[in-house]
């Protein structure tokens, strides 16, 4: 059977392409998660290990989390999936956060993910996944884990593979600055100055560039995303923020129909912190089923209704570092730590606040 690439669209297909892969699980589950709690994915994980006796082991972000989110959405999970028996180890504090989604199952089979592994990921959010079985891409998911694991440095090479911090701004601004004819990006975060320059850069060359935005505001709150908006429609890109689901999703797809085209999909955003600083993970693929059925997402999902977004014309920050705001009232949070969706209702149209 050829080595093939598979993909997952939430929440249209739900947890069954994962939870498939962890029940075929013969002998190994090495997961790097930012977010675990979702009930049927901790089921098949133990179950995988007590009724199967798979080596499962589980990195996990620990360190950018607040003190009360590492207590009520971290812990118990990991303590639940340790009294089951599977090995959980934090990852290291060399990166500001640990933001990759991604298995490797029995040396054989790797997911890579825009998706935690949390229920709300599975219904209220456009996210990606890519299943893949090329021997190098997953040996070198599996060489990561194994060095984010143990603490050591790794310098990944495979070419259709995309990490932070080592190889992701070259790796898309290159897909950004070789687009010939159009690029449609999903992204929660449009932040960055260097990759949102190069969009605009690609439009005034003559791609047509299309971004879709989350809406990083809770209740009352302004827009995080305001200003990467702002700039991106006065360089000529199609910028929008939607919320018939929140735009939790990674993905750019360059050049759909024509020979050259490609897509990339992940955990990495377009933010100075997770291109520069965080622990991601990304894969680019170019099957032409694969291409098109995220054309076909990305159309359906171009035409919902859009989120007024106030203009800010205020300058993108540079990638320089900074404090981060606080995840909850009255709360501290690591320095230039991670955006990541906080709980809100499914369906709800005040969007969600980041998470640090």
């Known amino acids: 059977m050829a080595s093939t690439h598979t993909l997952i669209v939430e929440p249209a297909d739900d947890r069954p392409p994962v939870l498939n892969a962890l029940n075929a699980a013969k002998k190994s589950i090495d997961l790097t998660i930012y977010e675990i709690s979702d009930p049927q994915i901790m089921s098949a994980l133990e179950s995988a290990h007590q009724k199967r006796n798979v080596v499962v082991r589980v990195l996990y972000n620990w ?3 607040t003190p ?4 009520t959405d971290i812990r ?19 990166f500001e956060v640990t933001h990759e989604k991604a298995f490797v199952i029995d040396r054989a089979t790797g997911i890579v993910m825009s998706f935690n592994l949390t229920k709300d990921y599975f219904g209220s959010t456009r996210d990606f996944g890519i299943i893949t079985t090329v021997p190098t891409e997953v040996a070198e998911i599996e060489a990561v884990f194994q060095a984010d694991w143990s603490g ?4 990944p090479s495979e070419p259709s593979m995309v990490w932070s911090p080592n190889n992701s701004r070259d790796r898309l ?9 159009t690029l449609d990006i999903y992204c929660e975060e449009a932040e960055d100055p260097g990759t949102l320059g190069a969009m605009v850069a690609a439009a005034k060359r003559g791609v047509k560039v299309r971004f879709i935005a989350a809406v990083l505001s ?7 995303n305001a200003r990467g908006v702002t700039t991106l429609l006065a360089g000529g890109v199609q910028a929008v923020c939607k919320s018939f689901l929140y735009i939790h999703a990674k993905m750019a797809l360059a050049d759909y129909g024509t020979p050259q085209a490609k897509a990339y999909i992940g955990s990495v955003n377009f933010s100075c912190t997770s291109l520069d600083k965080n622990r991601e993970c990304g894969i680019i693929v170019s099957e032409p089923t694969i291409l098109d059925r995220l054309n076909t997402t990305y159309t ?5 209704p859009s989120v007024t977004v106030q203009p800010d014309p205020t300058p993108l920050t540079p990638c320089s570092g900074g404090a981060a705001a606080p995840s909850k009232p009255g709360e501290p949070a690591k320095a230039t730590a991670q955006p990541e969706l906080a709980k809100a209702k499914p369906g709800t149209t005040a969007s969600r606040t980041k998470e640090r």
């Open 152 to 155: 050591t440095a790794v310098t």
């Open 300 to 304: 359906s999902d171009w035409a919902q």
């Open 68 to 71: 009360r989110m590492r207590e």
């Open 76 to 94: 118990p999970a990991i303590q639940e999936l340790t009294e089951a028996g599977i090995q959980c180890h934090p990852a290291p504090p060399t």
């Open 63 to 65: 360190d950018s989390f």
């Open 218 to 224: 809770g209740e009352g709150k302004v827009n995080g």
């Open 173 to 181: 601004m290159s897909l950004i600055t070789g687009a010939q004819s």
